[in-house]
């Protein structure tokens, strides 16, 4: 009897084993994991993640927009060095040689505001004109003449520049020099209107 | 002359006095509301702007540059007081830096403005005996047919920006 009564309890035990094991595993396969997100581009570089801002002592700025920012003014610097580009870019030059840098602060600006927009960020929107309007000197007093194909190529390869003066080139992050170029180049259509 | 008749008189000049006096406060405030707007006006604003007060400035090579000139040239302006960043072109021969105007220690003895500073830097490159004599470098300007039509960009000498640079010069 009491062999008996021990092996009932076994086989219970077994069973609710069992059942549990089963239970366990049958819930696995039904769940739907969460599929982890794709990270933006403005997240693979940097995203939302807080640092110091060096350019403003003591205050905080998300690091996707400071790198962003880093290309920019290094692009910047780079497409005003090139003849190309001089000729889109006369009122600005005047600005500078007359002493104002409003204009330049307001391009960076812009700019920065618009790649962080495009690649993904949600902290920061562009308020500027469409990319259409931007580049059409009916619409934009500070653009004399309209873009061509080669010389918005050429544009392309300046911010690959700046890209690579920031510590990121097509031989240590291809697919993000890739990503960004794709970027830019969704906006040709909009910008070449020549 | 009787009393009567002089105070007609009297009174016409007291109130041509007063009109002249009413006249000339008037044209004074406009004049003041007008300098005041001309000085915010070329004041470089912050508005949350980063590196608001950054001077930007060009400078182009008359001839072809070694790889080793280039260099000194970069390193050489980089060292002068007040330049923030360099960048050079290689392939074009085109030197491009920033400065903050209030930092540059370019001028003794000299209010500095940006024109001023170009022109130092451009002078001091050409001097320093980096590269040979046939090779000048020019401070790249813009021709002011196609630098747009307002007032503070275009023409450097227009009275717009004489009396900008004269309230700058008083008020700063």
């Known amino acids: 009897m009491k062999t008996f009564l021990s092996m009932k309890s076994v086989l219970i035990i077994m069973s609710l084993s069992a059942v549990i094991l089963v239970t366990s595993c049958s819930e696995e396969k039904t769940t739907n994991p969460t ?20 350019s403003n002592p003591g205050m905080m700025i998300e690091k996707g927009r400071l790198t962003l920012r880093s290309v920019v003014d290094s692009s910047i610097f ?12 006369p009122v600005l030059f005047a600005e500078l040689g007359a002493g104002s840098t409003t204009g330049l602060s307001r391009l960076s600006k812009n700019f ?16 500027g004109l469409n990319m259409k309007a931007a580049h059409d000197p009916a619409q934009n007093s500070r653009i004399p003449m309209k873009i061509n194909a080669s010389d918005f190529d050429a544009f392309v390869g300046d911010i690959g520049i700046g890209l690579a003066k920031n510590g990121v080139n097509s031989e240590n992050n291809a697919a993000l020099v890739n ?4 970027l830019l180049n969704t906006t040709k259509a909009d910008i070449v209107q020549q | 002359m009787s009393k009567v008749q002089q105070e007609p008189i009297k009174r016409k000049y007291l109130t041509v006095k007063r009109l002249l006096f009413i006249g000339s406060s008037f044209f004074l405030i406009l004049i003041t509301i007008m ?23 060009r400078i182009d090579f008359s001839g072809e540059l070694s790889v080793k000139e280039q260099q000194s040239i970069e390193s050489y302006v980089k060292s002068l007081p007040g330049i923030k960043s360099t960048f050079m072109n290689t ?8 400065y903050i105007l209030e930092s540059v220690q370019i001028l003794k ?14 002078r001091k490159i050409n001097e320093s005996g980096i590269y040979n004599n046939t090779i000048r470098a020019e401070r790249y300007m813009v021709n ?4 747009g039509s307002c007032p503070i960009n275009g023409k450097q000498l227009s009275l717009y920006r004489k009396i900008g640079a004269m309230m700058h010069n008083i008020l700063d």
């Not at chain 1, 780079?78 to 870019?89: G, H, L, P, T």
């Open chain 2, 109 to 122: 003895n000299k209010k500095s403005n940006n024109e001023s500073v170009s022109e130092a830097i451009v």
């Open chain 1, 112 to 127: 920065t505001d618009f790649m962080c927009f495009a690649t993904g960020s949600k902290t920061y929107s562009y308020s």
């Open chain 1, 78 to 89: 780079v497409i005003a060095a090139d003849s190309r580009m001089a000729k889109y870019f």
């Open chain 1, 35 to 54: 599929p982890t997100p794709t990270p933006s581009l403005y997240d693979r570089v940097g995203g939302t993640t807080m640092v110091q801002d060096p």
């Open chain 2, 91 to 98: 392939s074009a021969n085109v030197l491009v830096y920033t």
């Open chain 2, 144 to 147: 002011n047919t196609t630098a």
């Open chain 2, 35 to 57: 300098a005041v707007h001309i000085y915010q006006v070329t004041t470089p604003k912050s508005d949350g702007f980063v590196n608001s007060n950054l001077q930007l400035a």
């Open chain 1, 179 to 182: 990503d960004l170029v794709a």
